[in-house]
């Protein structure tokens, strides 16, 4: 998925070995065994995720309550 959405062409250089040590090209995605927070992306819009990333920092404790809402 996330080779689909490189809008850098940073997958295309990793594949053509520019880039080394490259997350799941020759370096291996190691999957979390207990994320703190998981977002299916085929499933919400950016806009919710990103209010779900906001709510979670909150939550703990890493942002102010002054955040902007971005439902607008």
Do not use: H, N, W
Request: glycine share 8%.
């Amino acid at each position: 998925m996330c080779e689909s959405r490189d809008r850098k062409g940073l997958y295309r250089k990793a594949r053509q070995g520019l880039i080394k040590g490259f997350t799941g090209i020759d370096d291996p995605y190691e999957v979390p065994t207990a994320p703190e927070l998981v977002i299916d992306t085929s499933q919400v819009t950016v806009r919710q995720a990103v209010q779900q990333i906001i709510l979670m920092l909150e939550q703990d404790g890493f942002l102010g309550s002054s955040v902007p809402d971005y439902q607008q």
